[in-house]
């Protein structure tokens, strides 16, 4: 890529042929990088052209909320933040949103607020998007997310994280990095038992592409569930927003 004879398609192409031996199979190039190679030409229009369709712009800020039925008035984005006060913040507008107001959310302490707002909407036939920290205690075969099926402290003679989310959170253990659809509940009178979720990974592992959340896991993991204010009745209307900065962990490109 150094090499200043090389031409935009000579680099596409070598960088096709490193990924396919790396992942074993032949990737399919999207339609914007495909669209882009085939327009050649000196002059400044083609020039202008190509460089706009390979810009940020036009490749990543899809108004990617228009394909969910979620409206920002009547939804909100109610997050576990233990390792801040309560109220409500801004994301850094990094994100697939062209309206500010998307990227507001709502703090909570109470992991059960989010479980018993998501419980809510399955009830009343509404998924849930939300946001987790999938990294850990995920068992690809099975698909099973638990953290009792991981015994780390009998084999290492520790444990992988702290039992306290607040701690993670400020080492830097555990951020929102993946979002998923909570589909069904499994509870048993005032207790959650397990949660199905829809991935995005392909019908891979023994669920045929959903996986099965222990309410632990939830309550370890998870940072942010959408849903319609309706079902949380002790959400204030926003006021006194305040804003993070673009490291924050809530402006990841998952939330």
Not at 88 to 106: G, I, L, P, R, V
Not at 139 to 159: R, W
């Amino acid at each position: 890529a150094t090499d200043d004879t090389l031409s935009e398609e000579d680099i596409t192409n070598k960088v096709l042929e490193f990924l396919t031996r790396c992942l074993g199979f032949i990737p399919r190039l999207p339609k914007m990088i495909q669209v882009a190679i085939k327009k050649k030409g000196n002059d400044d229009d083609s020039k202008e052209e190509k460089q706009e369709t390979l810009s940020y712009v036009s490749m990543g800020r899809m108004d990617f909320a228009s394909s969910f039925e979620i409206n920002v008035n009547s939804h909100v984005c109610l997050t576990h933040g233990v390792d801040r006060e309560i109220g409500w913040y801004t994301s850094y507008s990094t994100n697939n949103a062209y309206d500010d107001e998307q990227h507001k959310f709502y703090v909570v302490h109470d992991i059960e607020l989010l479980a018993t707002a998501a419980y809510k909407s399955l009830k009343n036939g509404e998924c849930v998007p939300f946001t987790a920290d999938v990294r850990y205690m995920r068992h690809k075969k099975s698909g099973v997310l638990d953290p009792e099926s991981f015994d780390y402290d009998t084999l290492l003679g520790t444990n992988m994280l702290d039992d306290d989310k607040k701690m993670n959170i400020n080492q830097g253990c555990i951020v929102p990095n993946h979002a998923m659809l909570l589909v069904a509940v499994d509870k048993v009178g005032d207790e959650f038992k397990q949660w199905k979720v829809l991935n995005s990974w392909g019908k891979c592992g023994k669920h045929c592409g959903y996986l099965i959340m222990s309410h632990k896991w939830f309550q370890m993991f998870v940072f942010e569930v959408t849903v319609r204010r309706k079902y949380i009745k002790s959400i204030p209307p926003v006021s006194d927003v305040t804003n993070c900065t673009p490291w924050d962990i809530f402006s990841t490109v998952a939330t």
